[in-house]
């Protein structure tokens, strides 16, 4: 058995892993990286929100064709198989992974391929895939080991019509019907993807309606374009159990229902990679869902072992993760430009996307808190009348009296780049967040950006009618 010391290893070449060895190897440490699949990137780039990403992109590419009169000049409608455009979705796997080996071996990060596991609080042992076991030495650790779908003993996830989200990606045909299980973000961004192919989907939601984290305007915008692509929503639903057929599943659900399907597609909740580590080994306990309790350097509960990613739970997003893994390294080396992520924009990548940050209306009722919304719809927006995607809407939910930003909700092509323009204003420390920015800066023309200078003079109208105690006039064009 050989040694081998470095000042950083870090578990997991997922946004986690890699942000932090990135911020230490820079700093002129030493860094190793250990990773148990073969390729480096993290479930993000080989299982999660790379290959959703691309397959969803495929699906609106053939929708745009099979439904724009321009292209009815070049051929009829087409339907694309889901091994197909899987296939295009592994060329940009594959441009990830490359892209990112370059990162390590430019940087010389050092690489290990195999399982990490904890022999004590500054030793791991990684077993390579062909059985070889090398201990690593670090002055300090980074657990970034992501999460995986939770998969609840009593169903067979080796049934060959049973997947989850790791394993549709294997899906060797398109299914005619498909029932998704848990309509989180994921489940509805899979029926989205899967309605698009023209595969008609059962979405089973035990809530009483669609992501009710969103503002309830956009998430009944989803319910509404869901149920328009032949998405069947079934609320407050709970399975009882799942019968396997040789060619299909049958999901049973409480309230006595019988839904049948050719696959089942299991979304219901992701559990932390903790369970492998040999945690006990450091004095490190994970909670009921796999996640470790971290500080607001990232630290756990052994002070050179930090965490970060999925497997700290909340808000189990990249582009977080990222952050988290940068944030836990500059803590480690004592810089300056160590943060702690707050503020996330969420992006939910249906079919018609959604991006939101800052409060919503409900949230903000609740919390006694004045507001007035400003709205642009994208029909009436000059770019996406160029792009043919007129779906869709800009909300603006802002203080009456001061014009602080207080929420940014988008639905609609590109929301979730549209939101970061707002992001940008409503971070902006005092008055910088004002409504008037919007107003008094000059947009490109046509951008789909030019939303909200119109949803903030839709606002101030609002604010102004209401001042002289007029009503308000109806907003023209509503498509939600
Ligand atoms: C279907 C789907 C769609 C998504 N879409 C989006 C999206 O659109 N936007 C977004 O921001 N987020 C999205 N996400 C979430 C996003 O993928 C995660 O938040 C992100 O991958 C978390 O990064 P991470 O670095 O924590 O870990 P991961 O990306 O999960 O990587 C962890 C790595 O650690 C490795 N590992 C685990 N245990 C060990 C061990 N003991 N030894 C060695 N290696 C180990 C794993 O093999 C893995 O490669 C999506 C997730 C899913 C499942």
Partial sequence: MSQHNYDLIVIGSGPAGEGAAMTAIKRGWTVAVVEEKTLVGGNCTHLGTIPSKALRH???????????????????????????IMESTRQVIQLQVEERTRYYGRNQVRLYNGRARFVDDHHLEVTSPCGVT?????????????????????????????????TIL???????????????????????????????????????????????EISDALSYHLRNSAVLVRHREEYARVITRPNGVTLELKSGKKLHAEALLWCNGRTGNTDRLGLDRVGLEADHRGHLQVNDHYQTGVEHIYAAGDVIGWPSLAGAAYDQGRFAAAHMLGLDDEGHVE?????????????????????????QIPYEVGRAYFSGIARAQISGEQTGMLK?????????????????????????????????????????????????????????????????????????????????????
Wanted: glycine share 8%.
């Fill in 58 to 84: 495929s699906v609106q590419r053939i929708m745009q064709y099979n439904s724009l009169p321009l292209f009815r000049v070049i051929g009829e409608p087409r339907w694309f198989s889901f091994p197909q």
């Fill in 134 to 166: 090398k201990t690593l030495t670090g002055r300090y650790l980074l657990i970034a080991t992501g999460s995986r779908p939770y998969r609840p003993d009593d169903i067979d996830f080796d049934h060959p019509h049973i997947y989850d989200s790791d």
């Fill in 170 to 216: 294997n899906l060797d045909r398109t299914p005619r019907n498909l029932i998704i299980y848990g309509a989180g973000v994921i489940g509805c961004e899979y029926a989205s993807i899967f309605a698009g192919l023209d595969c008609r989907v059962d979405l089973v939601n035990s809530r009483d309606r669609l992501l009710s984290f969103l503002d309830d």
């Fill in 343 to 367: 503020d996330v924009a969420s992006g939910i990548y249906t079919i018609p996307e959604i991006s939101y940050v800052g409060k919503t209306e409900r949230e903000l009722t609740q919390e």
């Fill in 396 to 480: 603006i939910l802002f203080h009456p009296d001061t014009l602080q930003i207080l929420g940014i909700h988008c639905f609609g092509d590109q929301a979730a780049e549209i939101v970061h323009i707002g992001q940008a204003i409503m971070n902006q420390p005092g008055e910088g967040n004002n409504l008037r920015y919007f107003t008094r800066t000059t947009f490109n023309y046509p951008t789909m950006a030019e939303a909200y200078r119109i949803a903030a003079i839709a606002g101030l109208n609002r604010v102004a009618r209401n001042r002289r105690g007029e009503p308000c006039k109806r907003e023209q064009r509503p498509d939600s």
